[in-house]
């Protein structure tokens, strides 16, 4: 199994990025995706979750209404579209799978990307 992430980069504050989360050598459509976070030092954090039909999704308290995940089964790809960033959004990112559950731990994990925003 393969969780290839990109999209990250350096943005200013009040810019959007979109990552990109590219899976291979699992069934997709059966599987929930989430994106989690991390700073150096602190602990993963959990951003969101869609699970495998697409029909729910769930964030983190701290980016409700500035990001919006997504998915294409037809594609392999999940997308995490981030508006309104901040400076404290600075992280790598991580897209990971799971059959079942929607937070942590995933089963598997991509390699993350670099997101930072200057302010």
């Known amino acids: 199994v393969q969780l290839q992430a990109s999209g990250g980069g350096v943005v200013q504050a009040g810019d959007s990025l979109t990552l990109s989360c590219a899976a291979s050598?699992?069934?997709?459509?059966?599987?929930?995706m989430g994106w989690f976070r991390q700073v150096p030092g602190k602990e993963r954090e959990f951003v969101a979750a869609i699970v495998w039909g697409g029909g729910s999704k769930y964030y983190a308290d701290s980016v409700k209404g500035r990001f919006t995940i997504s998915r294409d089964n037809a594609k392999n790809t999940v997308y995490l579209q981030m508006n309104s960033l901040k400076p404290e959004d600075t992280a790598v990112y991580y897209c990971?799978?799971?059959?079942?559950?929607?937070?942590?731990?995933?089963?598997?994990w991509g390699q993350g990307t670099q997101v930072t925003v200057s302010s």
């Open positions: 990971a799978a799971d059959r079942f559950k929607l937070m942590s731990p995933y089963h598997y």
């Open positions: 050598g699992l069934t997709f459509s059966r599987y929930n």
